[in-house]
């Protein structure tokens, strides 16, 4: 199988062949000129160098996203120009799993890091487990810990230090957020040496073969960029109060498990359980859309006359607008709610804003669980909202 | 001598938020032209978003190609040649053609010719009427591109005047925007226009010492304006429709006044309207009427190709490819492509230029 590896999804221009498992290019560039004027001509020499004609390829892995939103696209759209002749199956790969498959020998947490701009990496986090007793340079296991996602970097060094496992930082986002990686990351940590640092192609392609071996597999016509942020416009008309709130069915559990996964961490609960959790008759749960997106969600749970409320979530980028407050709001209206007697909650005790926000909702702190969360480790607050005080 | 062969080219439009594949033969015979409009996307943000519209190209580039090619009844073997804009335009929304182009020669292995936009919204005309040759003079008025230009050759264009401010069609959006008319302007003017009195206001028309083939639509827009806010604060009713005649007469009247003294002062015998303005019904009319109470062939595109398309493209592609221009891969979108070499030189100029139509 002849595999062709392109990358622009960031500062680098890269492109690699693999040939029946064996890497017969490996091109990258890191200087000032646009994608558009060096990508092709890359690809173009490689194929010549090595005797390649473009319709002998039998799959396009491409860097899908995170990343430049210019760069993705000259990647997905030089792609789309070599696939469609031959209808070569075009397999899309994050940007952020190549990244770190270029460090499959390592054991350990791997942290890919893009500069996201506005004070932002694009990232994730992957657990590398190398297969020992193996041939193979690339037998390895890597275990999603973190979703990619534009994230402030503090957070997500934070949930490192929650792991507690040696990591690898690889990137050219690293030189942005190298004092904050320096002063805040508690467990041993390093960074990938500069030779390997950066987007490669030949990584990508390896891992783009493994991914339509599985059944990944897409056309010159239906694959497009996965950018993780939407348009300045859309996020501005986001902003403007384009959110809509209604009841969460069973339907949304999908959604609704990624939001939490991404927001709540280790006290994300799982699809099956929000399915189970939003058909149920003692459970009531409210979620805000906005242009057809999840962007939040809460719910209560009536337990002998007591609410429960949880699964409060609201997507970062749709934070500080209120959505919180509305949702809490809703869920204990004793009109529009399921439970007229008191509320209760439980709060990560280091949760400022979460606590702000009930307190405005009318909830006390009436006690705190020592040790109540993990990873991090914190104590939780708990609040009541009692109704029936003054009477 | 052999009989001369047919020349086939795949053109492919994406400057702005149309995303437009076409195969043209000879440069006159339109085989097949698809659009992919993103309108509606942007009708709710007022105008058109530049990352917005690269997304819809990517999404929308293999489809607009394969229907092309498909309409034609052609294989990438049956072409000559790709034609695609490479400027100018929004950058991200011209790479994804220009990328996608690129490519696409290069696995086929086929020439590509790199297109200017405006000279395709020229070449429409070459469609539209296969007996036109240059030379002619060819008003191209739409939202990003106002120019009055001598067309000497085949590609070979002199700018007589060109925007000092708004294009035309941004002028109308403007407007539009302000009439409480919507988005895309042009054609809710045109249409709110219909009803209204051209004359029921005077709006200046502005004119430029030293320059007088430019255009400058801004003090208009801002006479516009100011009458629309005047009127609000002190809670005096306006007819929209009498503002929006008034308004269009006084972008017509200049744009019909420069272009037909454009003619007489070159001395070329027809003239032609291209881009989007070119759809607006009064400017069709009144530049007609100038035409013939002159004496001159008048050429004018049908709707359909005086806005964005890829037919055009491949009007255009095909006489840069006759010509001999080849582009390489690592050709670039170039967002403020000027229109040849030739776009700064002329300034009232004429002389030379009217030694060099001889």
């Keep these: 199988m002849r595999v062709l590896g392109i990358d622009s999804s960031g500062l680098v221009a890269a492109a690699a062949l693999v040939d029946d498992g064996r890497?017969?290019?490996d091109y990258r560039i890191d200087h000032k000129k646009t994608h558009s004027q060096t990508l092709l001509p890359m690809i173009s020499e490689i194929m010549r160098m090595s005797e390649c004609d473009p319709g002998s390829l039998d799959l396009i892995a491409v860097a899908a996203g995170p990343g430049s939103f210019t760069g993705l696209r000259i990647g997905a759209s030089t792609a789309k120009g070599l696939a469609?002749?031959?209808?070569?199956?075009?397999?899309?790969?994050s940007t952020l799993e190549a990244l770190a498959w270029q460090l499959c020998d390592n054991e350990g947490i791997v942290c890919p890091v893009m500069d996201a701009r506005r004070g932002q990496a694009y990232t994730a986090l992957y657990?590398?487990?190398?297969?020992?007793?193996?041939?193979d340079g690339a037998d390895s296991v890597m275990i999603e810990e973190l979703s990619p996602r534009a994230a402030d970097m503090g957070d997500v060094i934070e949930r490192i230090n929650a792991l507690g496992e040696r990591t690898i930082f690889i990137g050219d986002g690293i030189p942005v957020f190298a004092q904050l990686i320096a002063g805040k990351t508690e467990v041993p940590y390093r960074c990938a040496p500069p030779w390997r640092n950066r987007q490669s192609a030949a990584a990508l392609a390896y891992l783009g073969e493994r991914k339509y071996m599985k059944g990944v597999s897409e056309t010159a016509d239906t694959f497009a960029p996965v950018y993780l942020r939407a348009s300045q416009a859309e996020r501005e008309a986001g902003e403007a109060g384009n959110v809509t709130y209604r009841r969460m069915t069973a339907k949304d559990a999908a959604p609704a498990a990624a939001l939490e996964r991404d927001t709540l961490g280790r006290e994300a609960w799982s699809e099956a359980q929000l399915k189970e959790a939003a058909d149920r008759s003692d459970s009531m749960y409210i979620m805000a859309e906005s242009?057809?997106?999840?962007?939040?969600?809460?719910?209560i749970r009536d337990v002998c006359g007591i609410g429960e409320l949880g699964n409060v979530c609201v997507h970062p980028d749709f934070r500080r607008r209120g959505i919180g407050r509305e949702l809490v709001s809703r869920l204990i209206n004793p009109g529009e709610g399921l439970c007229e007697g008191d509320v209760t909650l439980e709060v990560r005790y280091k949760n400022e804003a979460a606590f702000m926000l009930y307190r405005k909702c009318g909830f006390e702190e009436e006690g705190v669980r020592p040790g109540f969360?993990?990873?991090?480790?914190?104590?939780?607050?708990?609040?009541?909202?009692?109704?029936?005080?003054?009477a | 001598m052999s009989e001369k062969k047919d020349i086939t080219i795949l053109a492919i439009e994406s400057s702005c938020d149309e995303t437009a594949a076409a195969v043209v033969r000879n440069g006159r015979h339109v085989m097949s032209d698809i659009i992919s409009s993103q309108v509606p996307v942007h009708v709710k943000y007022g105008g058109v978003v530049p990352e917005i519209a690269s997304r819809k190209h990517i999404e929308a580039i293999t489809g607009c190609v394969d229907g092309a090619l498909k309409e034609a009844g052609v294989t990438l073997k049956d072409l000559d040649g790709v034609a695609v804009t490479y400027g100018p335009g929004l950058v991200g929304a011209l790479l994804v053609g220009v990328g996608f182009a690129k490519s696409l020669a290069f696995a086929a292995d086929l020439p590509l010719v790199g297109v200017h936009h405006i000279d395709g919204h020229i070449s429409a005309n070459y469609i539209e009427d296969e007996t036109l040759k240059p030379p002619f003079v060819c008003l191209v008025a739409s939202g990003g591109h106002s120019n009055l230009v001598y067309v000497r050759d085949y590609g070979v264009y002199d700018i007589l005047g060109q925007t000092r401010d708004d294009a035309a069609g941004e002028a109308f959006d403007k407007v539009s925007r302000a009439l409480g008319?919507?988005?895309p302007g042009g054609p809710a003017v045109d249409r709110a226009?219909?009803?209204?009195?051209p004359d029921a206001y005077e709006f200046p028309r502005a004119k430029i010492p030293d320059a007088s083939y430019d255009f400058s639509f801004s003090g208009l827009k801002s006479a516009v304006l100011n009458l629309i806010n005047h009127a609000k604060m002190s809670g005096e009713e306006l007819r929209?429709?009498?503002?929006?005649?008034?308004?269009?007469?006084a972008v017509v009247d200049v744009l019909v006044e420069h272009t037909v003294r454009a003619a007489d002062e070159t001395g070329a015998k027809i003239v032609s309207i291209a881009g989007g303005v070119a759809a607006n019904t009064r400017l069709r009319e009144c530049m007609g009427k100038a035409c013939s109470e002159r004496g001159l062939k008048y050429v004018h595109p049908s709707l359909r190709l005086c806005t964005d398309n890829a037919a055009m493209i491949g009007a255009a592609g095909y006489y840069r490819f006759i010509a001999g221009a080849r582009s390489g891969l690592d050709l670039n979108a170039e967002p403020n492509l000027p229109l040849g070499d030739r776009e700064r030189r002329f300034h009232g100029n004429m002389g030379k230029t009217r030694e060099g139509a001889q």
């Design chain 1, 23 to 25: 890497l017969t290019a």
């Design chain 1, 291 to 299: 242009g057809g997106r999840h962007v939040a969600h809460a719910g």
């Design chain 2, 193 to 197: 226009a219909r009803e209204g009195d």
């Design chain 1, 127 to 135: 657990r590398m487990q190398p297969v020992w007793k193996s041939t």
């Design chain 2, 240 to 249: 929209v429709a009498n503002i929006a005649a008034s308004f269009e007469k």
């Design chain 1, 84 to 93: 469609y002749d031959g209808d070569i199956p075009i397999v899309p790969v």
């Design chain 1, 373 to 390: 969360y993990a990873d991090p480790s914190d104590d939780a607050r708990i609040m009541w909202l009692r109704r029936h005080r003054d």
């Design chain 2, 181 to 183: 008319l919507g988005y």
